[in-house]
């Protein structure tokens, strides 16, 4: 974006390119299964307005009667502090507008009323009022009367209320009301003085003339919307029109990409092999596959202003916890103390959690109902040129495409363990256990983790924080409601049979002044206050509750007391908050995404990618400075798995299909350079390198008598085959090969992605379309973004009106004539004189 003047005003010299190209953030619109939401112009025509403050531009309606209603007014820009700007006072705004008939002073105005648009203008204070610290979500997030409704456990429960706000204007559909949001401080004084002083001109009378005028320029169409079926009362344009949508001659050519991203998923102990026994019980040769604990939390966040998300504490506090987690169990527990125990540890980071958890029910429902590779039977080799390679230990599916089977090997999940917004307790020292005996039908291990997780936190290392059961109790309809987080994505989609517990920083409601969903959950809003040791402490509780779970025999016939010793005597040390690796990590997650840390984990992971496929796809998109943690869209540049097959890419392949030239599309593997490809964000590969890292300390093959690691001297690299010299791993293990991650050698890759897209969605051989899946149930959401032109943005100019054009050209016009009857009479008699 372009940055603005040093003393931006329209006024002064050298400002032109400042407001020509006005540095915001916009309200974007998305589509979903029942239609739309999010904001945009009407059509591919700008939307212009004088700029006025919109309470000047309500003031005439406070009564709310519309008195003056029907009059021509002028159009109009509403201009709107942070602190005002809620799902209320936007229709007060719509509706006076509704009222009024637009003039054509600065064009034709074919559809809508005068409101052309709204600029929120950043508070010039950091104690803003309590509006400004608002949630945009319902006080049900993802909840009742959302698109993700169906898919949230008792998704009537009030959890964004307590002073939140609630108030669910990022569900609103505001077609028609192209909205951003600026930051920079000289432009909001500017903008706001000018409104002000425009307003108190006309504040009278909304139609007196408005020249001359400051106006702004919306040039922000981002697809159709605002119509609605009279018979269904449906709205007549949603993502799947968009995604489906075919031009006059029938050519599949999508308005929209769905949102998406790839989520991270890490096992403890020696890495999940290739060849299992898909069962958590005994099989005829003896060998077994040990049921699954899932340590999980999204790592997204959204707001209005899809640039502006920082999650501080809705997303990064969370990622920030299940890390430290990890690093504890990897750097304190050797693999085969933790192959000894009943369950498995799997460390599960999800994405795009705020859309109707894609992420985490993706993952859930390939692992717990099960995937079925239609074109790939067992798996491909995912790098054709590898596939003579001992060391290869990741297999694929081409349709529906899977750049990685792992999951395949996983046990039964057996209970999950998830976290959210432990950042800011509101003050106390108190956490909170959601979930428990509610959540899988009274099967006892939900239960089970939730008393582990209290009789843990009162040991003696918790810095005076604790943690109790959560004070939710049934609903009317019979249900317990779970926070909108991933352990409402396995309660469903076991309908009920598997449960677990989720930490939580609030008890019934989100703390007050959470910020849920807001543009300003930022450490840098002077809003968000995070505590580091309660992240500290809820990442020490997490690692040993895993430990614990675990530790819980096929009979549930370990005491929940006992399983708390066992886990607090393998894992005696806490997470330390001023710890090198939790100030680094804390340093990134919640100030600079483009740190030195992600970078090098990240470009580890570019370059062993490199060498695996023989593609370097370059750097993923970073997470920015500050983080901005919104999905984004899913398609080949931004997390979406593709193949390349004799030189061409593609979304998938079924086999037997047929190109854009009618020619057969050959099959994988008949080219040495043929591979699965992906491309996932920084963040998401750093994630990866860092679970690599992070867990792959048990390996080293050095462990003392009572299971503890004992870190060897690491060898450094740039890639994994750096690494031969690495001495400390089982080398009679392909599983456990030297692994490069963040610059050192670990022993084995234990980390995974895995598709984080809706359910409902199946990506086809041509990149960038994808099917409604036969099966498809209907419940999820289906949330996607429209293609953006690229020459969206605003621009604010002078407008003095015709009259000042009309006044210049007659006495240019004049003067003109003048000076030919003065040429002409100066010929004639240059002409007499005989000089001409």
Same mark, same amino acid.
């Given at each position: 974006?372009?940055?603005?003047?040093?003393?931006?005003?329209?006024?002064?010299p050298?400002?032109?390119?400042?407001?020509?190209?006005? %540095?915001?953030?916009?309200?974007?619109?998305l589509?979903?299964?029942?239609?739309?939401?999010?904001?945009?112009?009407?059509?591919?025509?700008?939307?212009?307005?004088?700029l006025?403050?919109?309470?000047?531009?309500?003031?005439?309606?406070?009564?709310?009667?519309?008195?003056?209603? &029907?009059?021509?007014?002028p159009?109009?820009?509403?201009?709107m502090?942070?602190?005002?700007?809620?799902?209320?006072?936007?229709?007060?705004?719509?509706?006076?507008?509704?009222?009024?008939? %637009?003039?054509?002073?600065?064009?034709?105005?074919?559809?809508?009323?005068?409101?052309?648009?709204?600029?929120?203008?950043?508070?010039?204070?950091?104690?803003?009022?309590?509006?400004?610290?608002?949630?945009?979500?319902?006080?049900?997030?993802?909840?009742e009367?959302?698109?993700? #409704?169906?898919?949230?456990?008792?998704?009537?429960?009030?959890?964004?209320?307590?002073?939140?706000?609630?108030?669910?204007?990022v569900?609103?559909?505001?077609?028609?009301?192209?909205?951003?949001?600026?930051?920079?401080?000289?432009?909001?004084?500017?903008?706001?003085?000018?409104?002000?002083?425009?307003?108190?001109?006309?504040?009278?009378s909304?139609?007196?003339?408005?020249?001359?005028?400051?106006?702004?320029?919306?040039?922000?169409?981002?697809?159709?919307?605002?119509?609605?079926?009279?018979?269904?009362?449906?709205?007549?344009?949603?993502?799947?029109?968009?995604?489906?949508?075919?031009?006059?001659?029938?050519?599949?050519?999508?308005?929209?990409?769905?949102?998406?991203?790839n989520?991270?998923?890490?096992?403890?102990?020696?890495?999940?092999?290739?060849?299992?026994?898909?069962? !958590?019980?005994?099989?005829?040769?003896?060998?077994?596959?040990?049921?699954?604990?899932?340590?999980?939390?999204?790592?997204?966040? /959204?707001?209005?202003?899809?640039?502006?998300?920082?999650?501080?504490?809705?997303?990064?506090?969370?990622?920030?916890?299940?890390l430290?987690?990890?690093?504890?169990?990897?750097?304190?527990?050797?693999?085969?103390?933790?192959? #000894?125990?009943?369950?498995?540890?799997?460390?599960?980071?999800?994405?795009?959690?705020?859309?109707?958890?894609?992420?985490?029910?993706?993952?859930?429902k !390939?692992?717990?109902?099960?995937?079925?590779?239609?074109? &790939?039977?067992?798996?491909?080799?995912?790098?054709?040129?590898?596939?003579?390679?001992?060391?290869t230990?990741?297999?694929?599916?081409?349709?529906?495409l899977?750049?990685?089977?792992?999951?395949?090997?996983?046990?039964?999940?057996?209970?999950?363990?998830?976290?959210?917004?432990?950042?800011?307790?509101? &003050?106390?020292r108190?956490?909170?256990?959601?979930?428990?005996?509610?959540?899988d039908?009274?099967?006892?291990?939900?239960?089970?983790?939730?008393?582990?997780?209290?009789?843990?936190?009162?040991?003696?290392d918790?810095?005076?924080?604790?943690?109790?059961?959560? #004070?939710?109790?049934?609903?009317?309809?019979?249900?317990?409601?779970?926070?909108?987080?991933?352990?409402s994505?396995?309660?469903?989609?076991?309908?009920?049979? /598997?449960?677990?517990?989720?930490?939580?920083?609030?008890?019934?409601?989100?703390?007050?002044?959470?910020?849920?969903?807001?543009?300003?959950?930022?450490?840098?809003?002077?809003?968000?206050?995070?505590?580091?040791?309660?992240?500290?402490?809820?990442?020490?509780?997490?690692?040993?509750?895993?430990?614990?779970?675990?530790?819980?025999?096929?009979?549930?016939?370990?005491?929940?007391?006992?399983?708390?010793?066992?886990?607090?005597?393998?894992?005696?040390?806490?997470?330390?908050?001023?710890?090198?690796?939790?100030?680094?990590?804390?340093?990134?997650?919640?100030?600079?995404?483009?740190?030195?840390?992600?970078?090098?984990?990240?470009?580890?992971?570019?370059?062993?990618?490199?060498?695996?496929?023989?593609?370097?796809?370059?750097?993923?998109?970073?997470?920015?400075?500050p983080?901005?943690?919104?999905?984004?869209?899913? !398609?080949?540049?931004?997390?979406?798995?593709?193949?390349?097959?004799?030189?061409?890419?593609?979304?998938?392949?079924?086999?037997?299909?047929?190109?854009?030239?009618?020619?057969?599309?050959?099959?994988?593997?008949?080219?040495?350079?043929?591979?699965?490809?992906?491309r996932?964000s920084?963040?998401?590969?750093?994630?990866?390198?860092?679970?690599?890292?992070?867990?792959?300390?048990?390996?080293?093959?050095?462990?003392?008598?009572?299971?503890?690691?004992?870190?060897?001297?690491?060898?450094?690299?740039?890639?994994?085959?750096?690494?031969?010299?690495?001495?400390?791993? !089982?080398?009679?293990?392909?599983?456990?090969?030297?692994?490069c991650?963040?610059?050192?050698?670990?022993?084995?890759?234990?980390?995974?992605?895995?598709?984080?897209?809706?359910?409902?969605?199946?990506?086809?051989?041509?990149?960038?379309?994808?099917?409604?899946?036969?099966?498809?149930?209907?419940?999820?959401?289906?949330?996607?973004?429209?293609?953006?032109?690229?020459?969206?943005?605003?621009?604010?100019?002078?407008?003095?009106g015709?009259?000042p054009?009309?006044?210049?050209?007659?006495?240019?016009?004049?003067?003109?004539?003048?000076?030919?009857?003065?040429?002409?009479?100066?010929?004639?008699?240059?002409?007499?004189?005989?000089?001409?």
């Amino acid at each position: 974006m372009t940055a603005a003047a040093d003393n931006p005003s329209l006024n002064e010299p050298f400002n032109g390119a400042t407001f020509e190209s006005l %540095p915001h953030f916009p309200c974007v619109t998305l589509y979903h299964r029942n239609g739309r939401a999010g904001c945009g112009t009407y059509g591919h025509d700008v939307q212009t307005g004088r700029l006025l403050h919109w309470t000047d531009v309500v003031a005439d309606d406070a009564d709310g009667d519309g008195g003056g209603g &029907g009059t021509t007014i002028p159009p109009y820009v509403a201009v709107m502090e942070e602190d005002s700007y809620d799902a209320e006072n936007v229709a007060r705004l719509v509706y006076f507008s509704s009222l009024h008939v %637009p003039g054509e002073h600065y064009g034709t105005v074919e559809e809508g009323g005068p409101l052309r648009g709204v600029l929120v203008l950043a508070s010039s204070s950091s104690s803003s009022s309590s509006s400004s610290s608002s949630s945009p979500e319902p006080l049900a997030p993802q909840g009742e009367g959302t698109p993700s #409704s169906s898919l949230s456990v008792g998704n009537s429960h009030g959890w964004n209320s307590n002073g939140n706000g609630g108030d669910g204007l990022v569900n609103a559909d505001m077609y028609g009301v192209p909205t951003v949001y600026v930051r920079d401080a000289g432009l909001v004084s500017y903008l706001a003085e000018t409104a002000r002083a425009q307003s108190g001109s006309s504040s009278s009378s909304l139609s007196e003339s408005p020249y001359p005028s400051i106006l702004a320029e919306f040039n922000y169409y981002m697809g159709p919307g605002g119509e609605v079926d009279a018979e269904s009362g449906k709205a007549v344009y949603d993502s799947k029109k968009c995604l489906g949508w075919r031009d006059a001659d029938g050519k599949w050519t999508p308005r929209c990409a769905p949102l998406g991203g790839n989520s991270v998923w890490a096992a403890a102990g020696t890495p999940v092999p290739l060849d299992v026994v898909i069962d !958590d019980k005994d099989d005829d040769d003896g060998s077994t596959t040990r049921p699954t604990v899932l340590v999980s939390t999204s790592i997204d966040s /959204t707001s209005m202003f899809h640039d502006l998300s920082p999650g501080a504490n809705n997303a990064a506090s969370n990622v920030l916890a299940v890390l430290m987690a990890a690093n504890l169990i990897g750097s304190t527990i050797n693999d085969g103390t933790l192959d #000894s125990l009943h369950g498995r540890i799997v460390f599960a980071l999800f994405q795009g959690e705020s859309y109707g958890y894609v992420g985490s029910r993706n993952f859930l429902k !390939d692992v717990v109902r099960g995937f079925a590779c239609t074109n &790939g039977e067992d798996g491909i080799v995912p790098s054709v040129h590898k596939r003579g390679d001992g060391a290869t230990t990741v297999r694929a599916c081409l349709h529906p495409l899977r750049a990685d089977l792992t999951f395949e090997g996983l046990g039964r999940v057996r209970g999950m363990i998830a976290v959210d917004q432990v950042g800011n307790l509101g &003050g106390t020292r108190e956490t909170y256990v959601q979930g428990g005996d509610a959540t899988d039908g009274g099967g006892g291990y939900a239960s089970f983790l939730s008393s582990v997780m209290v009789e843990l936190s009162g040991s003696d290392d918790a810095g005076g924080y604790s943690s109790r059961a959560s #004070s939710v109790g049934v609903q009317e309809d019979g249900t317990y409601p779970l926070p909108p987080t991933p352990l409402s994505s396995l309660v469903r989609i076991s309908s009920g049979g /598997t449960g677990g517990v989720v930490l939580t920083g609030y008890d019934d409601a989100f703390v007050a002044g959470s910020m849920y969903h807001s543009h300003l959950d930022s450490t840098t809003s002077g809003l968000q206050n995070i505590d580091v040791n309660a992240i500290a402490y809820a990442a020490t509780l997490l690692a040993r509750t895993a430990v614990a779970a675990a530790y819980q025999d096929a009979d549930n016939g370990v005491d929940y007391a006992a399983a708390a010793a066992y886990a607090l005597e393998l894992l005696p040390n806490a997470v330390d908050p001023s710890s090198e690796t939790f100030v680094d990590l804390y340093g990134c997650l919640f100030e600079d995404g483009n740190c030195e840390t992600f970078l090098t984990y990240g470009g580890v992971e570019r370059v062993n990618d490199a060498v695996r496929t023989g593609s370097d796809l370059g750097m993923g998109v970073p997470l920015g400075t500050p983080p901005n943690y919104y999905v984004s869209i899913y !398609d080949s540049s931004n997390g979406q798995a593709f193949v390349r097959a004799s030189g061409k890419y593609y979304g998938s392949l079924t086999g037997g299909e047929t190109g854009d030239d009618g020619a057969p599309i050959k099959g994988y593997g008949e080219n040495d350079a043929d591979a699965v490809l992906l491309r996932p964000s920084l963040f998401e590969m750093s994630l990866f390198g860092m679970l690599n890292d992070f867990l792959g300390r048990g390996s080293f093959a050095s462990g003392d008598e009572d299971g503890k690691v004992a870190a060897p001297t690491l060898v450094s690299c740039k890639v994994t085959s750096d690494c031969s010299s690495a001495s400390y791993c !089982d080398s009679g293990s392909a599983l456990v090969v030297p692994t490069c991650a963040g610059g050192r050698c670990v022993c084995g890759s234990r980390s995974h992605y895995h598709p984080a897209l809706d359910e409902a969605l199946i990506a086809v051989a041509k990149l960038g379309r994808f099917e409604i899946v036969g099966d498809d149930e209907g419940v999820s959401a289906l949330y996607a973004e429209p293609y953006w032109s690229s020459s969206v943005g605003v621009r604010i100019y002078n407008d003095a009106g015709v009259d000042p054009g009309v006044y210049a050209a007659s006495i240019g016009a004049a003067f003109a004539l003048a000076c030919i009857w003065f040429v002409w009479q100066l010929k004639k008699r240059l002409v007499k004189e005989k000089v001409y």
